[in-house]
């Protein structure tokens, strides 16, 4: 079985801070770790995925994360925040049966002018 | 490519009614699933469809049945409307089913069950 625990439903950050949004995960196998984004009233879009190699893994709008097996994390980060990133953020992984994903709760996001 | 499309947009049904939500890709991909999503809940899966002729159940199916119709389209019909089932539908597809690919989303279909 897999799972997934985002910690914090809620963070808010200033224009210009930087974002920390945190992801932990269960796998009973190597896991394949996505965090998606979805803006108000529409669908989730990919940010950025671990599969193998690189730990860190860039995404697009400046976003990144880092696995790290030993902690069982993939947080996701952004240097400086920008009023354009408000949304909600989820982390997701797969691995443990076929062709599922299993999401995280989500965190939305918010950035404060 | 207009990616995974769904129709209705947004559906107000009364207790007991039932419909269909219709969702279509153009990307050739084999894979297709069903989720809502409830406040705090994040994405639930319903049903998934690994391939053409075969659904299988997800974390949340009761009150919902699936159609693969043909590799583009998989839909999702409520035959009893409940209260319970008002929520945000989103259809996703996903390439080859493989579990590195990432999936596509719709934009989703708000439905109110009254």
């Known amino acids: 079985a897999q799972s997934v625990t985002q910690l914090g439903s809620h963070v808010s950050v200033s224009e210009g801070a930087l974002v920390l949004l945190r992801c932990n995960y269960s796998s009973s196998v190597p896991p394949y770790l996505f965090w998606y984004v979805q803006y108000p009233n529409q669908g989730l879009q990919l940010l950025l995925k671990y599969t193998t190699g690189a730990t860190l893994v860039k995404g697009i709008n400046g976003f990144e994360a880092e696995f790290k097996k030993s902690e069982t994390s993939f947080h996701l980060t952004k240097p400086s925040a920008h009023m354009s990133d408000a949304a909600e953020y989820f982390c997701?992984?797969?691995?443990?049966?076929?062709?599922?994903?299993?999401f995280g709760k989500g965190t939305l996001l918010t950035v404060n002018p | 490519n207009a990616g995974v499309t769904q129709t209705p947009k947004f559906q107000v049904l009364k207790t007991g009614q039932s419909m269909t939500l219709q969702c279509a890709q153009d990307?050739?991909?084999?894979?297709m699933y069903w989720y809502r999503q409830d406040p705090g809940m994040g994405l639930r899966l319903i049903y998934y469809s690994a391939s053409e002729g075969t659904t299988d159940k997800g974390e949340v199916p009761n009150g919902y049945n699936v159609s693969r119709l043909n590799k583009r389209e998989f839909s999702l019909r409520l035959e009893s409307a409940a209260p319970s089932q008002t929520s945000v539908y989103f259809c996703a597809s996903q390439w080859g089913g493989a579990l590195e690919h990432e999936q596509y989303f719709g934009p989703g279909t708000r439905l109110t069950v009254t």
């Open positions: 990307m050739n991909h084999n894979s």
């Open positions: 997701a992984v797969s691995g443990g049966s076929n062709y599922k994903l299993t």
